[in-house]
């Protein structure tokens, strides 16, 4: 890669009722030198009013920009699987508070299938509750949840199951889409699950007390 960086005067285009001022702005233009065969070389043209006046803080640019796609993602996952922009609120007391939860949530989300791909052989009880990982191995295995917790990524791929993900090979890892409904319905599933739990107890604390 060749990164060249400058600080350059956009003109004001030229406008029936006058040209407007001219800005200023920090440009970091990022060219990929050797392509591989029959690809086009990538090329960035990044505006920013970011520092550039090292070499350092143009790489922090250049890194910042590499995170939009998880940031799209990431926004995919709060508006489409939260929903958030469905929520019909009268002012921005009760939306904010709202929107606040949805992110965290949102954030849980894109962390569980990160984490499914960059630590596949994490125990997933890192993550996840006992009542979460036993109920979903349960139904999705149709068998009783093993005393060793699982791979985080044999986790993850029976969540992403929940959600209709195949994993077939030519399928790749589980999606974001996959991940929120396997998730949505992991948490139904977690909230049945401690409540057996909790009326096996109570019955066996009774069958005693008799």
Same mark, same amino acid.
């Given at each position: 890669?060749?990164?060249?960086?400058?600080?350059?005067?956009?003109?004001?285009?030229?406008?029936?009722?006058?040209?407007?001022?001219?800005?200023?702005?920090?440009?970091?233009?990022?060219?990929?030198?050797?392509?591989?065969?029959?690809?086009?070389?990538?090329?960035?043209?990044?505006?920013?009013?970011?520092?550039?006046?090292?070499?350092?803080?143009?790489?922090?640019?250049?890194?910042?920009?590499?995170?939009?796609?998880?940031?799209?993602?990431?926004?995919?996952?709060?508006?489409?699987?939260?929903?958030?922009?469905?929520?019909?609120?009268?002012? &921005?007391?009760?939306?904010?508070?709202?929107?606040?939860?949805?992110?965290?949530? &949102?954030?849980?989300?894109?962390?569980?299938?990160?984490?499914?791909?960059?630590?596949?052989?994490?125990?997933?009880?890192?993550?996840?509750?006992?009542?979460?990982?036993? &109920?979903?191995?349960?139904?999705?295995?149709?068998?009783?949840?093993?005393?060793?917790?699982? &791979?985080?990524?044999?986790?993850?791929?029976?969540?992403?199951?929940?959600?209709?993900?195949?994993?077939?090979?030519?399928?790749?890892?589980?999606?974001?889409?996959?991940?929120?409904?396997?998730?949505?319905?992991?948490?139904?599933?977690a909230l049945a699950w401690d409540a057996f739990q909790?009326?096996?107890?109570?019955?066996?604390?009774?069958?005693?007390?008799?």
């Amino acid at each position: 890669m060749t990164i060249q960086a400058a600080r350059v005067t956009l003109r004001g285009p030229q406008r029936p009722g006058g040209r407007p001022p001219d800005v200023e702005v920090n440009v970091v233009l990022v060219r990929e030198k050797d392509p591989p065969p029959g690809e086009e070389a990538i090329e960035w043209l990044l505006l920013t009013s970011l520092p550039i006046r090292t070499f350092k803080q143009v790489q922090q640019v250049i890194a910042y920009y590499c995170c939009r796609w998880q940031m799209e993602v990431y926004f995919k996952v709060l508006k489409s699987g939260c929903k958030i922009e469905e929520r019909q609120f009268q002012d &921005a007391e009760h939306y904010l508070p709202c929107v606040a939860l949805y992110m965290v949530i &949102a954030w849980r989300v894109m962390y569980v299938m990160m984490l499914g791909r960059q630590c596949p052989d994490m125990p997933c009880t890192e993550l996840l509750g006992e009542s979460e990982w036993k &109920a979903v191995y349960t139904v999705v295995q149709g068998q009783a949840a093993p005393e060793q917790p699982p &791979a985080f990524s044999a986790m993850v791929s029976m969540i992403a199951n929940l959600g209709g993900h195949l994993g077939r090979k030519q399928d790749g890892p589980p999606g974001p889409k996959t991940m929120w409904i396997g998730m949505q319905r992991m948490r139904d599933l977690a909230l049945a699950w401690d409540a057996f739990q909790l009326a096996a107890r109570a019955g066996g604390s009774r069958k005693r007390s008799v």
